[in-house]
């Protein structure tokens, strides 16, 4: 947080930049580093790359997000999101571009996602409950945006080591 890269709209990807081999190491570089610091998902401005460029994958044992499901290893390019269901869902998000915090969310619950994915075709997904916070998350940053940005009550803004919380604020 504070560096100028993540608050700026990133820039999409042209067909044959996403299956350049430059590209593609970019695609692992990310997993390696989302796998580093224990996240869920990671976008290129993260990485100080301005491009619209997001991993996501949910491992089952994931120790930042215990209770969330499993899910599949997704690589999105200039992605369009659309919400399906405008109910409103509340999850302590952290992130890693803003180590150590985290804080209430509230987003909609139900949401597709049309993207390029890492052959340059068309794909389409559609996420729900926690994963779709997730997927709104990431993208987030392609937008210049972050999660912090997004807190409506500032007081459940808290440092990681000092958050202790109860089964229903696990559970907003």
């Known amino acids: 947080m504070g560096n100028p890269l993540l608050r700026e709209q990133a820039q999409p990807f042209q067909l044959e930049e996403i ?3 430059q590209t593609q ?25 301005s491009k619209q460029l997001a991993v996501i994958r ?3 044992d994931n120790e930042r997000y215990p209770e969330a499901e499993k899910s599949e290893e997704i690589v999105i390019f200039n992605p369009q999101i659309t919400v399906l269901d ?3 869902q509340g999850f302590w998000e952290g ?11 509230f987003r909609p619950r139900k949401v597709q996602i049309d993207f390029l994915d890492q052959s340059a075709k068309e794909a389409s997904f559609i ?6 916070t997730v997927f709104q998350h990431e993208l987030d940053h392609l937008l ?11 007081s459940t803004l808290s440092f990681e080591d000092e958050l202790v919380l109860s089964e229903e604020e696990k559970e907003i």
């Open 19 to 21: 299956t350049s081999n």
């Open 25 to 49: 190491e970019l695609v692992q570089s990310m997993w390696d580093t989302m796998d580093e610091y224990g996240g869920i998902g990671l976008a290129a401005p993260q990485i100080g790359i």
């Open 58 to 60: 949910i491992d089952e």
């Open 86 to 88: 405008e109910t409103l």
């Open 95 to 105: 992130c890693l571009s803003v180590p150590g915090l985290r804080g209430v969310v």
């Open 127 to 132: 996420a729900e409950d926690f994963l779709a």
């Open 144 to 154: 210049g945006k972050l999660f912090v940005d997004r807190i409506e009550d500032i």
